[in-house]
């Protein structure tokens, strides 16, 4: 599925402004409602060349760019999706697909022979990702909470206890062992929304705490795991 393309701003925010803030944008903004109960966890498999080419575009600032990567929420692998991001300057937009979970580990494995029930997403990643020797070169996982708004389309996300997994086996797994890759008390604050962001939310933000960020999750996680 494909969507238009977004504004997506990152910040480095410490744990007690982050609380802070926590409390302003409940009082102006929604909670998800698929996780209305509060944090939920995310996991991604990174997908990567030899030349380690998404890394290096991460860190020289190229525009465009893309990462691939397969995403599943709280563990569930009953809903999996398969996720091309592309990044121009300040601007993101996906293209993704559902994937079934034998689907999953076929590609987390490396194989990719297309198939004629594939959806046209797939068969132009697993063409991709065979002719640029794709694999799997790392876990990201977090702890999500988000809030939403529907003027302009806004999506504001807290990302705690960023770590990483090197380990590519243990993408299901319920005992998954994470690598903290953050500064103590250091979590990721996204704010995404489409042509506009109403004044009162752009205000309840600017507070001046927020210290802007360019640096991928999926960067961050290679540059501090050891091994990669």
């Known amino acids: 599925m494909q969507k238009k393309y977004r504004h997506e701003l990152k910040y480095l925010v410490d744990e007690r402004d982050l609380v802070l803030l926590e409390d ?115 876990i990201v996982a977090y702890e999500r909470k988000a809030f939403i708004c529907p003027d302009g389309n806004i999506r504001i996300t807290f990302d705690r206890n960023i770590s990483s997994v090197t380990d590519i086996e243990q993408f299901f797994s319920q005992d998954i062992v994470k690598r903290p890759i953050m500064e103590s008390g250091k979590h990721v604050l996204e704010v995404k929304y489409d042509e506009f962001m109403p004044r009162y939310i752009k205000e309840t933000l600017n507070d001046g705490k927020l210290d802007r960020t360019t640096y991928s999750k999926y960067y961050l996680c290679r540059k501090y795991s050891i091994g990669t």
């Open 24 to 138: 302003k944008l409940k009082s102006i903004m929604m909670t998800d409602k698929h996780y209305e109960n509060g944090a939920y966890e995310i996991r991604s498999a990174y997908f990567d060349d030899y030349r380690d080419s998404a890394l290096n575009q991460n860190l020289m600032g190229v525009s465009p760019r893309f990462k691939y990567r397969i995403r599943i929420y709280n563990g569930d692998s009953s809903y999996i999706h398969l996720e091309k991001k592309i990044k121009n300057h300040d601007m993101t937009r996906k293209e993704s697909c559902r994937l079934s979970y034998e689907e999953c580990r076929r590609l987390l494995s490396g194989q990719y022979q297309i198939q004629p029930e594939d959806e046209m997403f797939l068969k132009q990643f697993k063409a991709y990702a065979a002719m640029n020797l794709l694999k799997p070169k790392m």
